[in-house]
C-alpha cells in the first residue's frame, strides 16, 4: 500500500479544519455545519437522544470503551437531584496527546456536544475538568465558552428550547490520579483527588452525591457529528463492535508524528505508511497501543485491528490510542523504568498494593538498569507487579504492573543481559553483547 492510497483510509471529522488559521473561533465552527446537530438533538426528546446515541454504537474515547450512550442511560430520571455532567480533560496518561490539541484547535466540538449530552441527561450544569498546565488551553476554552453564551448556545433558554445549560471550567493541579473519574470529582469538589469507593456509582451518587455522567472530551466531541450526520453514517466507519472516527496520537521514533484521525480498526502498519514510517535508518521494536499503562507490543502486532476487541486479542488495550513506537535503540528496561517513576512519584498512596509496589518496583528496576541486580530480582519485579496488578484500589495500579508484565514476557532476555553484562548492552563502553545486525545502532550511539 501506498502513502496516498493509505491515507485515503483517514476519516477526519473532528480534526477536519484544524488547519484553519481561526479554527477554535464560533464563525469558523459555524461554518462547517457546527451546532446543527445541536439543534436536531433539541427537537428530539431526551430518552430519544440517550437512545439514538446508543445505536450508533459510540463508545468512550477515554480508554476503556465503555458504550456511551449506556452510561447516559444509567443517570436515574424523576428523583428529584440535579444532575451533571463532567467531561475529563485531564489528559496525563504518558504518550496521550488527542484531547488538549482538540481543545486548543476546535473548542466548539466539545461544547456542543456538552449542550446535547445535558439535554439527554437532564442536566443544566456541565463542568470541564481542564489539565491546569496548559495554560493557552484554558484560556482559548474560556473564550470559545464565552462565545457559546453570547450566541445563546449556553445559557437560559438555548435556541428557545427551554434547556438551561452553564458550564464551568476548572483548572486541575496536575495530578494524573485525578484522571481516574472518582479522584477527579473529589478534586472538583475541593478535596485532595483520591478514588472513591464504589458503589455507589457516579451514575447514582457522584459530583456533590447528585447522579452523574463522568466522559471523555473525545466522546462528547464526536456527538455532535453523530446527530448531524446521522448513527448511520457513523456506522460505515471502523468495525462492528467499535463503530465510527477517532483520534491516533502517533508519537516516538516515526519519521512524522502527530495526530491521525481514522475509522477504528486501522493498523499501526497503516498509519506508518501514513507518517512516513520509523525514522530513516532504523526498525520498529516495541510500541503501545494506548499509553504506557497499556500492555507494550512489538513489531509482530504491526497488523494488529486498532479497536477495542483486536488489541484486546493481542493481548493489550486500545486505551487512549496513544501509539509510542520505539525503535531498536532503545532499551526496553530503560523506558519501562522511566514508566514506572512516573507511576511510583504519581500514586496517591491510598492503598498498600500501589503506594508500597511502585517504590520498591522503581528500586529493583533502576538496580536492573544499572546492572546491580541479581537474577532473582527480574523473577521479584514480576512477582511485586502481580502483587499489585488487580488489588489496587483503582486502575493506576494495574497500569504500572503492565509495562512490567509485557516488557517481561517479549523482552526478558533483555533484562538478564542487563545482570549478566553489569550494564545496560545498549552502551557500547559497558557490553558487547548485541552483536550481528544489531551492532550498527551501537555505532551510531557511541
Known sequence: ??????????????????????????DTYRAHEGYEGLRKALAMKPDDVIAYVKESGLRGRGG????????????????????????????????????????????????????????????????????????????????AVREAYEAGYLGKDVLGSGLDVDITVHAGAGAYICGEETALLDSLEGRRGQPRLRPPFPAVAGLYACPTVVNNVESIASVPAIMNRGKEWFRTMGSEKSPGFTLYSLSGHVANPGQYEAPLGITLRQLLEMSGGMRPGHRLKFWTPGGSSTPLLTDEHLDVPLDYEGVGAAGSMLGTKALQCFDETTCVVRAVTRWTEFYAHESCGKCTPCREGTYWLVQLMRDIEAGKATMSDIDKIADIADNINGKS???????????????????????????TGRGCPFDPAKSTLWADDRTAHLEVNA
Not at 437531584?81 to 504518558?94: G, I, Q, R, T, W
Not at 449530552?117 to 481542564?130: D, E, G, K
Not at 484500589?393 to 509485557?406: K, T
Request: glycine share 6%.
Open 393 to 419: 484500589f483503582c486502575a493506576l495500579g494495574d497500569g504500572a504492573a503492565s509495562p512490567i508484565f509485557s516488557s517481561l514476557k517479549y523482552f526478558r532476555e533483555e533484562y538478564e543481559q542487563h545482570v
Open 64 to 143: 476503556a470503551g465503555f458504550p456511551t450512550g449506556m452510561k447516559w442511560q444509567f443517570i436515574p430520571q424523576g428523583d428529584g437531584k440535579p444532575h451533571y455532567l463532567v467531561v475529563n480533560a485531564d489528559e496525563s496518561e504518558p504518550g496521550t496527546c488527542k484531547d488538549i490539541p482538540l481543545l486548543f484547535a476546535n473548542p466548539h466540538a466539545l461544547i456542543e456536544g456538552i449542550v446535547i449530552a445535558c439535554h439527554a441527561i437532564r442536566s443544566s450544569h456541565a463542568f470541564i475538568y481542564l489539565r491546569g498546565e496548559v495554560v493557552p488551553v484554558l484560556r482559548r476554552l474560556h473564550a
Open 1 to 26: 500500500m501506498t502513502a496516498e492510497s493509505a491515507e485515503k483510509l483517514l476519516a477526519p471529522v473532528l480534526s477536519a479544519f484544524w488547519d484553519d488559521p481561526t479554527s477554535w473561533t464560533l
